[in-house]
């Protein structure tokens, strides 16, 4: 990470750019994109959207006029009124040679791609790193393939993709000599920087963990929770993809996959417990504390929210009269933590490490650790379809991936769209069985080739 500031600056100085395109407007891409536009050394060539209105509206919020805007919209997809902006239409599944040279005069001219495309962002030749800022794990697999075929690093705040597809991504990524990375700033990011500073230092990590920032409640819904959301600025379904800890488990998994440490039992524990607290909490049973064993990942719900923090240990005595010496508490065990995590502001660390260094930020291993298994929300009845994280009908809970593949549990991240063959009661886990399979969906085929590659 040291240099990157300097390094940006060099290559300002010298006219130069990093070129970002961005698939997502919501919350996280919103503040990346304007963010982005204020950095020295990164440029935002492209962004698409589900709605292209809603784009439109955010590229105006962030001061970027009609003149500087090229709305590329999808043949299938048309409905845009304004005149105003100069628009093409493409074609989704083949953009066409005039549609390019179209798209890459507008490049040169500083103007921004607007489209509701997710093709368009990796088919532009001048873009360096394409930035996944969707929560959909088959929008995460479909912008992460269309850049590594098309040689582009991969920066993704989908987690939810990472954790489902993610190793076969990185092999994909590595194979094309590209970067594919979860994004700084998130939880995963913010804790994999403490895990490696101590993990390089020799020091045992006892339990990896982040704060809640919302109160748990597994049974929430877009309905129960829709004016909490309001009043945060953020989407129903999301919202209760927090408040339901679909959230927290998903970026426990993303960790575990990257490090190796694991879940201490299914869903984790998430105690209530404050800083002055976690050191004793996060401790082994026998010393008074909740884990059965050390090296695990999990939450707490307290005043550390909303950052992330690290319990560890060492055997060596010289090494623990030092820590005692600079104030860090008597032990044997000991804390790091951050007290914050800037989602998309630090996003631009992990575009720059991966244009600079080919480094990724945080990256799965080549098996996964951990599983996030489907949990019924309610009592399910036969032919009801499973409406995806966030929503009324399922929530996550993290588990190790050798369990929950002996015991046929759903992945969370396939879940959408399956349809219920029987009834599953309230807060009994979903398994393969139970359900007919999205299986046309490229997320599902991916996970299907990824499962043979680890077998």
Do not use: W
């Amino acid at each position: 990470m040291l240099g990157l500031n300097k390094k940006l600056k060099k290559l300002a100085e010298e006219g130069k750019m990093i070129s970002v395109a961005i698939a997502g407007m919501g919350q996280m891409g919103k503040g990346l994109i304007s963010h982005i536009r204020s950095l020295k050394g990164m440029q935002v060539l492209a962004v698409a959207n589900r709605k292209v209105d809603s784009a439109i509206e955010i590229m105006r919020e962030i001061k970027v006029g009609k003149g500087e805007i090229l709305l590329a919209e999808d043949k299938d997809k048309i409905g845009y009124k304004d005149t105003d902006i100069d628009k093409i239409t493409v074609n989704y599944k083949n953009i066409d040679e005039k549609a390019k040279r179209k798209i890459g005069e507008v490049v040169k001219e500083g103007r921004v791609i607007v489209s509701n495309n997710l093709s368009i962002l990796s088919c532009i030749e001048s873009v360096d790193v394409v930035v996944a800022a969707t929560g959909s794990p088959e929008a995460g697999a479909c912008i992460a393939i269309d850049a590594i075929a098309n040689r582009k690093h991969v920066v993704t705040l989908n987690v939810e993709a990472d954790i489902t597809i993610g190793p076969i991504l990185k092999k994909l990524a590595d194979n094309a000599g590209v970067v594919y990375t979860v994004s700084a700033g998130d939880e995963p990011g913010a804790l994999k920087e403490l895990y490696d500073f101590a993990d390089a230092l020799g020091l045992e990590v006892v339990a990896a963990c982040k704060g809640k920032n919302n109160p748990l409640d597994r049974h929430a819904n877009p309905t129960t929770l829709k004016e909490y959301a309001e009043s945060k600025g953020s989407s129903a379904k999301m919202m209760t993809s927090f408040v339901d800890g679909t959230k927290s488990m998903i970026e426990m998994a993303c960790l575990s996959n990257a490090t190796g440490l694991v879940p201490d039992c299914r869903g984790m524990h998430g105690p209530k417990a404050n800083v002055k607290d976690l050191v004793q909490v996060f401790s082994l049973k026998k010393d008074g504390g909740i884990l059965s064993k050390k090296g695990v990942v999990d939450f707490a719900i307290g005043d550390i929210a909303p950052g992330v923090f690290l319990v560890y240990t060492t055997d060596q005595e010289i090494i623990k009269k030092d820590i005692k010496y600079l104030q860090l508490g008597d032990g044997p065990n000991y804390l790091l933590y951050r007290p914050y995590h800037l989602v998309s502001i630090e996003t631009p660390l992990s575009i720059a490490r991966a244009y600079f260094y080919n480094e990724p930020t945080i990256a799965p291993l080549e098996n996964l650790v951990s599983e996030v298994i489907t949990v019924a929300k309610k009592d399910l009845k036969t032919g009801e379809i499973i409406d995806g994280i966030g929503g009324y009908t399922t929530y996550g809970l993290i588990e190790l991936y050798g369990k929950a593949k002996k015991e046929n549990l759903l992945p969370i991240g396939l879940s959408e769209g399956c349809r219920l063959k029987k009834n599953v009661k309230k807060d009994e886990p979903i398994r393969y069985g139970d359900v007919s399979l999205a299986s046309d969906s490229l997320v599902f085929k991916l996970r299907k080739t990824q499962e043979k590659m680890i077998y």
